[in-house]
Each structure stands twice: as structure tokens, then as C-alpha cells.
């Protein structure tokens, strides 16, 4: 199984947003196409952020008493079952929309995160059971801050002060929703809670910590204990990062617990790549993972947008296959120079200007512990260069049209056929067949299959 599920948690503060996004450059670099979805995006594909629950009865006395909005509700409205989902958080900061405070105070009282426990639990397993259909037939490696072990311990713990156990049960219940992803937890950890807590007071705007404070102490658990301030704050957020690291340490899911106390940015994203090449990165493409770290390729290359682009990460390379690295590059002086002074001495060192089609490219090409490496440079993004596209077309194919379909590619390229020329032969295109994939970009699913059913009559 591949994971295609990357969960960032950690208390406010810990370095979750930082981590999350440098998952998503790490696995960007290889290749591996991932989708980042911060704390907060109103377009998550598995969370209710900023959305109204209403049963059908109360729906429909909103329209009514609010027949001035109901159009637009009724537009950004999903109905399940016998309620109606509203995104208003969406409406208002997004469309612009200005809500009376009496509409405004409705939105928020029926909001999936201020309901009953059981309630909202449910409807989150939901969603997520939903996501997991939807991402499993996808490419892509989702990264999520935030919302499968700290959500529910808010809304569990810190809102409604359930038992441990029913906190446990729903984060179970989520992990079992998304098992055929292949998730893996990240747990962002520090242990000076107090340092943390205060340190995020002073650097976000008084208006967070105000509500954030209130939010922590005037109800739950914070109120229970009869917890107030910014003392009383940091010790619900040490209840919740105990029961963190406990439900952390039941998971059936690959875990890591990486600390983040020092706030070292150097160690943290080391330790962290290395938790991901050995757990998230394809088994076939860890042994160029593990080279190109030892030789240090991304981290020299890193002004200029590297991506590793091929058949490695597409795993349909073959005897002699390229490590093909794609960079972003405008000043050309200055990349010759660094490529000619970190990789000059490799065996086979090559390196070649020139200009096609009115665009300046360098090819530098050596070998690296015996395996054949290519860097190409123009100025062009790396994710809009023809390798990049050429790759996410070919790994489309390859996921649509299954193992038979990639087994027949890997024969034509052992037999010296290039790569592009192979799926073109195996598909009938005619023409240039590296402008012929290209247009495929554009096509549907149901496109593609017949094109397949029509090559193979």
C-alpha cells in the first residue's frame, strides 16, 4: 500500500504549519504530487470549517426569515439526508457577504463544531469516510494540519469535557475511515508548554489570544477545573497534549513523535525528510532518495525550484534510466558555476548551453555513484516544463490504465524505445509524440479510456 495521507498535529504553537509545509516542498522535490491543506482552508476536502448544520425545519425557517440571503444559501448549501451544510465563514470572508449579527450569531450557534459531541463526531467520520473514496482513486499525497487528533480534542475536551475514552473512540473511528490511504502521523511535540503557549501570545494579535483564552476556559474542561487566563489556559493545553501523546502512542498507523522544543528549523526539517523518505516515499524510490540526500543535490540545487521528474518517481525506470532533476533558472551564469563547482568532479561531467525555440537551456549530465544524473535548467517554472507535465500525464496513465498497461511501457523501454515514444506507440498517436502526450493533459477519464479501448481493437 502507498500512503497518500500525511497528518500534521501538535498544540498551537508547536510548529505545525511550518512542518506541514515543509512535507510538502520535501515530497514536491522528488516528484511526488501532493495537495496542503493548512488549519483553516474553507476548501478542505475531509473538515467543516466555517459550517452551519441546520435540520431540514430549521433550513427552511432560514430561508424564510432570511429570504433576502436564501439565494445564495440555497447556492452554497449541500444537503445530507435531513440536513443542510452551509458554508458561511465561505460567504462572509470570501464572497464579501456582511450578515446582520443576529444571522451572524445563528451561523455560529449551528456550527459543526459548536454541536453535541456524538453529533459532530459523526458527521466528521462522514466526511472523512467520503475523502478517503475520493483520494484513493487519486495521484496525489494529501497533507493535513491540524484536524484529525486536535480537533476532536478540542471539541471533545476543551468544549464539551467527554471521557478520554470517547475522544479516543473518534479519533479511532477517523483513522479506520482513511486506513486505505495509509495514513501516517506526525505529532509536532514541545514540551515547554508554558513557553510555547506565551510565545504565541506575543507574536499573534490580541484579538487570538482574547478568544482563544475564553474559548480554553469559559467552557469544558478549562471551566470544570475552574481555570482561568493565560495560567489556566496553559494547563488545559498540557491535559491536551497528554491525551495527545496517549492516543498517539494507540495508533494503528505509522507514527512519529517529532520534538520541535528548541525551535530548531535545521534539525526539524532534517528529521522530519528523514521520517518521510522512510515512510511516505515510494519503497522502489528510496535508494535514489537515500543518494541524492548523501550527495546532497536538493539542498545545492534548492535556489532554483528542483523537482526530480522521470520514470523514477513513476516507477517505470529501467536499466540506465536518468535521475532527472528539473530547475527553474534565469541567471545561467550563476548556475554553471554552482553545478560546475559541486558536481564538476563527477564521472562524466558534461554540460551543455544552448537555445531552442527562443528559450536559453542548460544540460548538465554526470554520473553519481554509478547512476546516470541529468540536470535540465530553463526559465520556465519547473511544475509548467514539459518533464514535469510529461510525467503527471504519464502517471495519470499509468493509474488509469493498471499494471498490464505499465508493464507493457517497461518492456518497450528495455527493448530502447524512450519513454514518451512508449506510451505514444502503446496509445496509436501519431505525430511528435511529446506534443501528442501533452494534450492529453486536457482530457477526461472516460477520453482516455476509449483511447485505450481504440488502440487496443
Not at 107 to 112: A, G, T, V
Not at 166 to 178: H, N, P, S
Not at 242 to 268: H, P
Not at 401 to 414: A, N
Amino acid at each position: 500500500m502507498t500512503c497518500k495521507l500525511v497528518l500534521i498535529e501538535g498544540l498551537p504553537g508547536a510548529g505545525k504549519s511550518t512542518h506541514a509545509r515543509w512535507a510538502s516542498e520535501i515530497l514536491a522535490e522528488l516528484g511526488l504530487e501532493t495537495k496542503l491543506f493548512l488549519e483553516g482552508n474553507l476548501e478542505h476536502p475531509a473538515d467543516y470549517d466555517g459550517v452551519a448544520c441546520f435540520p431540514e425545519e430549521e433550513y427552511r425557517n432560514l430561508l424564510s426569515d432570511y429570504s433576502t440571503f436564501a439565494p445564495i444559501f440555497e447556492q452554497n448549501s449541500v444537503r445530507r439526508g435531513s440536513h443542510f451544510f452551509l458554508s458561511y465563514r465561505k460567504l462572509r470572508e470570501v464572497d464579501g457577504l456582511d450578515f446582520p449579527e443576529e444571522l451572524a450569531n445563528l451561523m455560529f450557534r449551528n456550527d459543526i463544531y459548536e454541536l453535541p459531541f456524538e453529533q459532530n463526531a459523526e458527521w466528521i467520520v462522514q466526511k472523512w469516510t467520503e475523502f478517503a473514496e475520493i483520494a484513493e482513486r487519486q495521484e496525489a499525497i494529501y497533507i493535513f494540519e491540524c484536524c484529525f487528533i486536535q480537533n476532536p480534542l478540542t471539541v471533545g475536551l476543551v468544549k464539551h469535557n467527554v471521557p478520554k475514552e470517547a475522544i479516543l473512540r473518534y479519533v479511532k473511528r477517523l483513522e479506520q475511515a482513511v486506513q486505505k490511504l495509509d495514513p501516517v502521523v506526525i505529532y509536532v511535540d514541545q514540551e515547554d508548554v508554558d513557553r510555547t503557549f506565551r510565545k504565541a501570545v506575543e507574536e499573534r494579535p490580541q484579538t487570538w489570544s482574547e478568544g482563544f483564552i475564553e474559548y480554553y476556559t469559559g467552557q469544558g474542561y478549562g471551566k470544570s477545573c475552574g481555570l482561568t487566563g493565560v495560567d489556566g489556559t496553559i494547563e488545559v493545553l498540557r491535559c491536551k497534549r497528554e491525551l495527545a501523546l496517549e492516543i498517539v502512542d494507540t495508533l494503528e498507523s505509522t507514527t512519529t513523535i517529532l520534538n520541535n522544543t528548541a525551535y530548531d528549523s535545521v534539525k526539524g526539517k532534517r528529521e522530519l525528510a528523514e521520517f518521510l523518505s522512510s515512510s511516505v516515499v515510494p519503497h522502489h524510490f528510496r535508494k535514489i532518495d537515500s543518494l541524492m540526500k548523501r550527495h546532497f543535490f536538493m539542498d545545492i540545487l534548492q535556489s532554483f525550484d528542483p523537482i526530480l521528474v522521470g520514470t523514477f518517481p513513476i516507477d517505470i525506470q529501467v536499466q540506465g534510466s536518468d535521475l532527472d532533476i528539473a530547475c527553474e533558472v534565469h541567471d545561467f551564469e550563476w548556475f554553471e558555476d554552482l553545478v560546475q563547482r559541486s558536481f564538476g568532479h563527477m564521472d562524466g561531467f558534461t554540460m551543455v548551453r544552448r537555445e531552442v525555440g527562443g528559450i536559453e537551456r542548460c544540460k548538465v549530465n554526470f554520473r553519481c555513484e554509478g547512476w546516470p544524473v541529468e540536470l535540465f535548467a530553463q526559465p520556465v517554472p519547473t511544475r509548467s516544463q514539459n518533464g514535469y507535465r510529461h510525467m503527471m500525464v504519464e502517471a495519470r496513465l499509468l493509474k488509469l490504465f493498471g499494471e498490464s498497461f505499465k508493464r507493457s511501457v517497461i518492456e518497450l523501454k528495455q527493448n530502447g524505445v524512450k519513454t514518451e515514444p512508449a506510451f505514444a506507440r502503446l496509445l496509436n498517436l501519431e505525430g511528435d509524440p511529446y506534443s501528442q502526450l501533452l494534450d492529453l493533459e486536457t482530457w477526461s477519464d472516460d477520453a482516455l479510456l476509449n483511447l485505450l479501448k481504440k488502440s487496443s481493437d
